[in-house]
């Protein structure tokens, strides 16, 4: 199955490439590959540089991956890439978020009546985009359906062994955390330390 990851200038470094690493322990069963609106280089604001396919060419019966980052700010500006998100989010099979991707996938209309949640510290800005969404500031991340959300940077490595316990099983979710030398939270109602901002 695909792993495709949606990336925008000024994206998150850990959002991606810590779920990334995660899927990438899954190599017989997931093929990654990054995507952006119009293909080419993008570049974070910690001057990590990815070569990008336009999304255009996205196989859309995969997994959609949409990190956050201080580039989403600009992102829910842009219609044509609101517009494929929702597009790509109708055909995938899963559709996962961390931080304030959230936030891009709501403008999107399709978190509607769901439950979601996004970044702590930005969280009021973020439900603010939808607020038919049933927003859930507690928790570390929330699947509702094939909507996966989690709270901010690391919560989405949470977040990811989650769902490979979902679809393949807690042994393999485990076994990779032990791999990647990762503390995982399993308590996806947990709060964040100093989460009582936003």
């Known amino acids: 199955m695909n792993f495709n990851v949606i990336l925008f200038h000024d994206f998150e470094t850990l959002d991606v490439f810590g779920p990334v690493e995660i899927i990438g322990k ?4 997931m093929k990654i590959a990054f995507y952006s609106l119009h293909g080419g280089i993008i570049q974070n604001h910690d001057n990590v540089r990815v070569e990008t396919l336009p999304v255009a060419d996205m196989d859309e019966t995969g997994i959609l991956f949409i990190p956050g980052g201080a580039g989403i700010v600009n992102e829910l500006q842009n219609q044509e890439l609101i517009q494929w998100v929702r597009k790509l989010s109708q055909q995938a099979v899963f559709v996962l978020t961390v931080c304030t991707g959230s936030a891009l996938l709501a403008k999107t209309g399709l978190l509607k009546n769901k439950y979601a949640t996004s970044n702590k510290r930005l969280f009021d800005w ?10 859930m500031r507690e928790a570390r991340w929330i699947r509702d359906g094939k909507f996966y959300t ?24 485990e076994q990779i955390a ?10 996806n109602e947990y709060r964040d330390p100093g989460s009582q901002e936003g």
Do not use: C, H, K, P
């Not at 899954?26 to 069963?29: A, G, H, N, S």
């Not at 989690?150 to 979710?173: C, K, P």
């Not at 032990?178 to 308590?187: F, K, L, M, P």
């Open 150 to 173: 989690s709270s901010g940077v690391s919560a989405g490595m949470d977040m990811t062994l989650g769902f490979v316990n979902d679809i393949i099983g807690t042994e393999t979710a």
């Open 126 to 135: 973020v439900a603010g985009q939808d607020n038919e969404v049933q927003w």
């Open 178 to 187: 032990v791999r990647i030398e990762y503390s995982w939270n399993r308590d």
């Open 26 to 29: 899954l190599e017989q069963d």
